[in-house]
T-cell receptor, first 113, second 115 residues
Framework: AQKVTQAQTEISVVEKEDVTLDCVYE???????LFWYKQPPSGELVFLIR??????QNEISGRYSWNFQKSTSSFNFTITASQVVDSAVYFC??????????FGDGTTLTVKP | DAGVIQSPRHEVTEMGQEVTLRCKPI?????LFWYRQTMMRGLELLIY????????DSGMPEDRFSAKMPNASFSTLKIQPSEPRDSAVYFC?????????????FGEGSRLTVL
């Protein structure tokens, strides 16, 4: 069985602050895939980033960056210089090689002007 | 290209009625997922299919729920009889075939209210 835990239920920051969203996962699979999705107030779910379990290289994409640490089963996501439009619910997800995709409970991010 | 298409977008029904939610995945995608989102339970995986075959239905809450995928371009989620606790947003998502296990593409959701 797999599990994704997002301990932060809500985070509030002021515009231009950096913010990190935490994600811890559990799985018995040796190959798996980790994702972050965004759900803005309009309700749709949008893919943001993906990382494979066999690639621990951390990356930066624009204002987004992520820190994958297999040793601690964590896949944290950072938004640099946050903007009001970043206000949304962010979900971390784990997908197994069999295809099953499990989501965390989400972190509600509010960016105040 | 069209994304995942769900219908209806909104459904209001009375307790005891049958509800059918529909989903058309993105052409060429061979995985299809049904999720339910509520404030209390978050985003729950109900069932997923690969090549039209149900792979894992362990998230289906009870026998009142059933899902089918008769062909690669259509799936239904049926609730019979519906109850007020079934009120939620139901999302359908699809993803492409390998070689890697990719991201899910979500529909806009079907908001169900059972009175």
């Amino acid at each position: 069985a797999q599990k994704v835990t997002q301990a932060q239920t809500e985070i509030s920051v002021v515009e231009k602050e950096d913010v990190t969203l935490d994600c811890v996962y559990e799985t018995r699979d040796t190959t798996y895939y980790l994702f972050w999705y965004k759900q803005p107030p309009s309700g749709e779910l949008v893919f943001l980033i993906r990382r494979n379990s066999f690639d621990e290289q951390n990356e930066i994409s624009g204002r987004y960056s992520w820190n994958f640490q297999k040793s601690t089963s964590s896949f944290n996501f950072t938004i640099t210089a946050s903007q009001v439009v970043d206000s949304a619910v962010y979900f971390c997800a784990l997908r197994t090689n069999a295809g099953k995709s499990t989501f965390g409970d989400g972190t509600t991010l509010t960016v105040k002007p | 290209d069209a994304g995942v298409i769900q219908s209806p977008r909104h459904e209001v029904t009375e307790m005891g009625q049958e509800v059918t939610l529909r989903c058309k995945p993105i052409s060429g995608h061979d995985y299809l997922f049904w999720y339910r989102q509520t404030m209390m339970r978050g985003l729950e995986l109900l069932i997923y299919f690969n090549n039209n075959v149900p792979i894992d239905d362990s998230g289906m809450p009870e026998d009142r729920f059933s899902a089918k995928m008769p062909n690669a371009s259509f799936s239904t989620l049926k609730i019979q009889p519906s109850e007020p606790r079934d009120s939620a947003v139901y999302f359908c998502a699809s993803s492409p075939p390998g070689p890697y296990t990719g991201e899910l593409f979500f529909g806009e959701g079907s908001r169900l209210t059972v009175l």
